[in-house]
């Protein structure tokens, strides 16, 4: 990244990290990923038990690849077949630690999240005694409804075809319903099912949020 544009990538993500704060999340800023690797291992304490979403932002970054270290009782999703990954899901809602990222984090400090499953929302909102939370620069947005079409626009079509969804959005690139309401779209196959907004947190320092100066994840 140019170093001027860094400079300003990093002044919005203070702003946005003291928004974070207000709303009694932790929020730390990050230089690059490497960075953000020592912050997660400062975070964590050996041979605790963890979960994970599926998450890009998290193999990006190499956050994935330390939990999978060995240094911890990492409960591996991809170890389960899709007639056991219900089972999966379930032990992670008791886990020390929940690792995910965002669709995307509002300057005003608000968290905006779409899932089909929604075993990462609901994880995020009750279960794990912390989650933790690795977004790139490219999630920052300035509100809501920032929030609402970055999702209909980056979020949601690139990660259908990562799943190879049957979704109008994997083949256009965009949401059906991108000039609509926030749940607006897709009438058939969808991973758009069900949304969630975090702004102020009833338990301090619950959420976790590591914010990168880079591109990470969709």
Do not use: W
């Not at 990290?17 to 291992?41: F, P, Q, T």
């Not at 008791?94 to 075993?119: H, I, K, P, Q, W």
């Not at 509100?143 to 049957?166: I, Q, T």
Request: with cysteine; charged share 20%.
């Amino acid at each position: 990244m140019d170093e001027n544009v860094k400079k300003i990538t990093i002044a919005q993500l203070k702003r946005t990290a003291e928004a974070l704060r207000k709303n009694n999340m932790a929020a730390y800023v990050c230089n690059d990923s490497s960075e953000a690797v020592g912050i997660v291992k400062g975070l964590l304490c050996e041979g605790a038990t963890i979960g994970s979403g599926g998450s890009m932002s998290l193999v990006d970054s190499g956050v994935m690849e330390l939990l999978k270290s060995g240094n911890y009782n990492f409960i591996d999703r991809t170890q389960y077949s899709p007639e056991n990954i219900s089972e999966c899901y379930a032990k992670m809602y008791t886990a020390d630690y929940y690792f995910c990222s965002s669709n995307a984090v509002t300057e005003n400090g608000e968290l905006y999240n779409v899932d089909g499953n929604s075993n990462r929302i609901s994880a995020i909102c009750f279960g794990p005694k912390k989650v933790i939370m690795v977004v790139g620069c490219n999630k920052i947005v300035r509100n809501l409804d920032d929030a609402v079409k970055r999702v209909k626009s980056v979020a949601a079509p690139a990660n259908c075809v990562r799943l190879g969804c049957n979704t109008y959005c994997k083949e256009t690139g965009v949401c059906m319903g991108i000039d609509g309401c926030m749940t607006d779209g897709c009438k058939g196959d969808t991973i758009c099912c069900n949304y969630l907004i975090s702004a102020k947190q009833r338990h301090k320092d619950r959420i976790n949020v590591i914010l990168v100066a880079e591109h990470l994840g969709y």
